[in-house]
């Protein structure tokens, strides 16, 4: 086997075989690496994988090429307590137009085919190979070497697309250990149902698809739930912040339980039979939490950069990904050009990065994280919803209060003012 | 619901002869936390009340890394398996 590289890429996720494809496709000698036994063995989302510009630039048909589920028709945010629920839906005919807003898959399919498409192109698809430490000289990586392995792996350049615990971008000294405030971890269910009972239960038609978050879903802990429809499962699940997993002494799987009793989701997933479980961390730290996006001979991608950015109503990760893959590929092919493979050639990338979607939304949203650590939006506010609703509809004889009145009435029955407008200067720079 | 006693029976795993988890259980010992034992979605950490001894079973580890994040003490010593080796979703 060829030792030898233009560029090694470690992880073969949506950022890494982007990043592969390209390279490969202007004439580069590519060493793409996964360490499972085939691309996406390794990962999980939620399910949903966002419109990607990158994805309609390289393939212009992408919509029949790809092994996608269902594209999004209708999008639900519920907020809720143990017995209502409140939902605000979206469905709109232009989301059934191409390019879709979005598509659910199945990631070991979905990530595996699109490392066979890079390899198409050209690039060298090593599986069953972790990346375990990175080769330096004169403080230039140069390659990596493979764990259980003889024989290091060498190039002009790495790219790290190792993930959200990106071990390479810690041992290329780029970042420091990742801080628990920085994590929030993700747990699925699959759950097996069939695509008739999909489609009338959720009011769907021939490949349309449904996506619902739930606010209220993960009882006192900071995090947020999950569904999604896929063409004959449902993906349901939940994230919540490692910080405060740690400090409730609750288990995942049974918050994920409890909340598969709640009566509204109890009716969503009904007769579903579990097909598989799994569990990944997220990045959370919102545009403080990336890390030094390049050194000498490296730039990190992906996951592995942070680039992962929730603001309570939009999650947005992997299509940010592939953006970065895409970017870095394009760097790459520069420097590769220049043969010059130096730090100060390499922050072009970051400079890419800062003026495309990617940095600019991580920065426009940049004070959500603190708004997603207001333990109110999840213990106290799902349930100052429903109760204004249920007041709001509630008929019983008794003399009404204009909206107003009874919002204020309700709302300071469960937060004094005080806290309320602090929460609401929170929520205004985070999100308004 | 997950029954996450019969893990296995719907997550595929390779299973290697050896840990890519390493506890230095002296640590552990000492430890008022134990915050692994909880937070492990794959429920992996054990902790004997009686002995106050903590055991971990790698062969059902979901590899999300959580506890190397969650434990604060460096006790945790953890690197991905080799390759191949480790859970292997099919769907998800």
Known sequence: ?432 | MINIENLSQITHFYCDQQSHIILDKEICRSCSHHACVSACPAKCYTLDAETGRLDVVYENCLECGTCNVICDKKAVNWSYPRGGFGVSYRLT
Not at chain 1, 64 to 83: G, I, S
Not at chain 1, 160 to 165: E, F, I, M, W, Y
Not at chain 1, 319 to 347: Q, R, Y
Request: charged share 25%; glycine share 10%; with cysteine.
């Open chain 1, 1 to 432: 086997m060829r030792k030898f590289f233009d560029v090694i890429i470690v992880g073969a996720g949506p950022a890494g075989s982007i990043a592969a494809l390209k390279l490969a496709k202007a004439g580069l000698q590519v060493a793409l690496l996964e360490r499972g036994t085939f691309p996406g063995s390794k990962n999980m989302f939620g399910g949903l994988l966002h419109n990607s510009h990158i994805l309609k630039e390289i393939f212009p048909d992408f919509y029949r090429q790809a092994p996608l589920e269902r594209y999004v028709h209708k999008k639900t945010l519920a907020v809720m307590t143990p017995e209502s629920s409140v939902n605000i839906t979206l469905e709109t005919g232009n989301f059934n137009r191409i390019p879709h807003n979005g598509y659910t898959v199945m990631r070991p399919i979905f990530d595996n085919w699109l490392a066979e498409q890079a390899v198409k192109e050209g690039a060298s698809l090593i599986c069953n190979c972790t990346a375990e430490n990175l080769i330096k000289q004169d403080k230039k990586i140069t390659g990596v070497s493979v764990k259980g392995r003889d024989g290091d792996l060498r190039a002009n350049l790495v790219i790290a697309a190792d993930g959200v615990l990106s071990l390479m971008a810690e041992k290329a000294g780029l970042r420091r250990e990742i801080p628990l405030e920085h994590m929030g971890l993700g747990v699925k269910l699959l759950l097996g149902l069939p695509e008739e009972i999909i489609n009338e239960r959720f009011g769907l038609v021939r490949d349309e698809g449904a996506d619902y978050a739930f606010l209220g879903m993960t009882g006192d802990l900071q995090g947020g739930g999950f569904l999604y429809t896929n063409i004959d499962s449902l993906s349901i699940g939940l994230v919540v912040h490692l910080g405060s997993l740690k400090a409730s002494g609750k288990t995942p799987h049974e918050i994920l339980n409890r909340a598969l009793q709640q009566p509204q989701i109890k009716k969503l997933v009904k007769g579903g039979v579990p097909l598989e479980y799994s569990a990944h961390l997220v990045p959370e730290g919102g545009i403080k939490g990336i890390p030094t996006l390049f050194t000498d001979g490296m730039m990190v991608i992906g996951d592995a950069a942070g680039l992962c950015y929730t603001n309570g109503i939009n999650l947005e990760g992997i299509n940010l990904a592939m953006t970065s893959g895409s970017t870095a590929a394009d760097c790459a092919i520069e420097a590769v050009k220049a043969k010059d493979f130096s730090a100060s050639m390499l922050s072009m990338y970051r400079k890419k990065l800062e003026v495309s979607f990617v940095i600019k939304d991580m920065k426009t949203f940049g004070n959500a994280v603190k708004m997603m650590h207001m333990d109110r939006l999840f213990r106290v506010y799902p349930g100052l919803a429903c109760d204004i609703l249920e007041k709001i509809y509630r008929v019983d004889g008794m003399p009404r209060d204009k909206m107003l009145k009874l919002i204020r009435k309700e709302a300071t029955k469960k937060v004094n003012l005080k806290d309320l407008l602090a929460d609401g200067i929170r929520i205004k720079r985070g999100l308004l």
